[in-house]
């Protein structure tokens, strides 16, 4: 009986998730998130992303390297060092939103930056991530009170070999209540 269960539960797991090479998956949830792909690029008006972001910050999470073949997107899941620091830096990313400025925590510092949502093409313009090479967009694909998933046509930097053939870049925010503090402010 356990032979049986253990063949049956061998199965599941292959069912929901296809391996291309040694760390491109295809599985059917966002890697990190309980958001299934089948939910990402619904079109979110501004309206929608107010919302659902008013008086939550989130942290950055990781950037997955991604392409995609046949309608699926496969994730290069490999674990970077420190998922949550930037440019080398051992400190936490935090971004909130009003309806103007992205509030952007990083270590003792709170930047603002002004921003733009397009809301035909969910392009929010202003707001990079880090972790991306050539930030060339920022394509909100997923907005909740949870998580905030983009697409970026950059590409996580990542070790090299687990971005060799990446097309683009999916990047996850989660929810956080550990809110930073920060020393100083910057105006932009």
């Keep these: 009986m356990k032979k049986i ?8 797991l292959l069912a929901s998730c296809e391996k291309i090479d040694e760390h491109y998956t295809y599985e059917a949830t966002v890697p990190g998130t ?13 309206e929608q992303f107010q919302n659902a972001t008013e ?10 390297p991604c392409f995609e073949n046949d309608g699926k997107v496969y ?3 490999i674990k970077i060092e420190g998922p949550t620091y930037y440019d080398g830096c051992q400190f936490p ?3 909130a939103f009003d309806a103007k400025q992205i509030m ?9 930056i002004d921003y733009t949502y397009d809301e035909a093409t969910c392009l929010l313009n202003g ?3 880090p972790g991306i090479s050539d930030n060339k967009e920022s394509k909100l694909i997923y907005a909740n009170s949870e998580y905030l998933i983009f697409e970026s046509k950059g590409i996580a930097q990542s070790h090299s070999y687990c971005s060799d053939n990446a ?22």
Aim: with cysteine; proline share 1%.
């Design 34 to 46: 309980n958001v299934q792909e089948n939910q990402l690029h619904q079109t979110i008006t501004f």
């Design 93 to 95: 990313i935090q971004a």
């Design 55 to 64: 008086g939550i910050r989130y942290e950055y999470c990781h950037a997955y």
């Design 127 to 129: 707001f990079t991530h």
């Design 5 to 12: 269960a253990s063949i049956l539960s061998c199965i599941v």
């Design 75 to 77: 994730y290069s899941t």
């Design 167 to 188: 097309e683009f870049s999916r990047v996850v925010y989660k929810r956080t209540d550990k809110l930073l503090i920060p020393d100083f402010i910057i105006k932009q």
């Design 104 to 112: 952007f925590y990083y270590a003792e510092s709170l930047s603002y």
